[in-house]
């Protein structure tokens, strides 16, 4: 495979490329986010039907989804190596439609990677390339076209932040909390950040709170009970999260507990800034769809069974924040008003996914 100058540099371990998924000889690899920090594990998929799994099973959680369904798609490549060019194809669009459906609230953006993957693959067998490897190739060109996008965003972000502010996060927001801290740090900007823990997953807590510690910034980890109180006594200055899918009409969709915490930051008088660009497939919150998670995961605390039996749980895994609670919307293109999220495409930006070989 071709040398390829990689924009993940700089960024802490699980924000890496190979740790987060990574596809040689037969296997994706996948970072375990389930157990990381405290295990450095990762969990080998043999069959693209293994990633999609793993996928569904949260081994792989915020954008890490991305890169490992574009491995996915390697792997399916691999799988299908020694059929005809027609067979191929099939098998690889089939394989895309699996691995783009493993979670419901994001089939929009999966599709996006993998289809790209699948018009790179087609690509590679018109030219008698090696299959897999130019999916890998085109993953690595993709990602870091997303990361430096991403990289603008946080531009734009650090702007809004003031000198030694004191910054609440609300789930991973992976590449965005990556960049954001890599810039500030290239400014000589110094940041507090608040991480809410984000049950039942720990993402905060796991995820959010070891990337800001591993890239140097002073990190407190709260519980999700503890906002309004964090924000009120700890003079919090902006409350920021990244989003699963932002709609055309200004509805944001993110890790359930966002949109409390939007109410919390409007009614104190702090702003929300969400980053992330407009989903033009999802035109309004009537074409969301909430994954609904098996409930028992909330009657445990990292497999730490918490509740007594015969009580239920309920599990929703995103909830949905409307426009007037989110002071702007982040992208690469600048802050845009969540009342004026057409216009991003105004430009021919295609947003922070696209689908281009």
């Known amino acids: 495979m071709e040398e390829l100058k990689r924009a993940d540099e700089g960024l802490a371990f699980m924000l890496q490329y190979e740790n987060v998924a990574w596809y040689e000889d037969g296997i994706v690899r996948i970072l375990d986010r389930r157990i990381y920090p405290r295990k450095v594990e990762f969990v080998l998929c043999r069959t693209h039907v293994e990633v999609a799994q793993a996928i569904t099973d949260m081994v792989t959680q915020s954008a890490g989804p991305f890169t490992a369904a574009a491995m996915g798609m390697a792997l399916a490549a691999y799988e299908c190596r020694d059929m005809s060019k027609e067979a191929q194809v099939d098998y690889l669009e089939k394989a895309s439609y699996t691995i783009s459906h493993a979670r419901p609230t994001t089939v929009g953006r999966m599709a996006l990677i993998t289809g790209g993957c699948f018009e790179a693959a087609k690509i590679a067998l018109e030219n008698g390339e090696n299959v897999a490897d130019a999916i890998v190739a085109h993953t690595v060109r993709a990602n870091n076209r997303r990361y430096s996008k991403v990289n603008q965003m946080a531009e734009y972000l650090v702007d809004l932040f003031p000198d030694n502010g004191k910054i609440l ?165 600048g802050i845009f008003s969540p009342y004026d999220l057409p216009r991003y495409f105004a430009s021919g930006s295609m947003g922070e996914f696209e689908m281009v070989v």
């Open 169 to 333: 996060t609300q789930c991973f927001a992976e590449t965005i909390v990556g960049m954001m801290l890599k810039v500030a740090k290239q400014r000589g900007k110094q940041l507090k950040i608040y991480c809410a823990e984000t049950r039942p997953y720990f993402q905060g807590a796991r995820l959010t709170a070891t990337v800001c510690n591993d890239m140097g910034f002073d990190t407190t980890l709260i519980t999700d009970n503890m906002p309004a109180f964090a924000i009120q006594h700890e003079g919090i200055d902006v409350f920021t999260s990244a989003a699963d899918a932002i709609c055309l009409d200004g509805h944001v969709v993110n890790k359930v507990g966002t949109f409390q915490i939007a109410i919390v930051a409007k009614y104190l008088g702090i702003p929300y800034f969400v980053t992330g660009a407009p989903d033009i497939g999802h035109k309004s919150k009537a074409d969301i769809h909430i994954e609904m998670r098996d409930p028992d995961f909330v009657l445990q605390a990292m497999g730490v069974k918490t509740a007594a039996d015969g009580v239920k749980g309920y599990y929703p895994a995103f909830d949905v924040t409307p426009p007037e609670l989110v002071s702007g919307v982040v992208t690469d293109q």
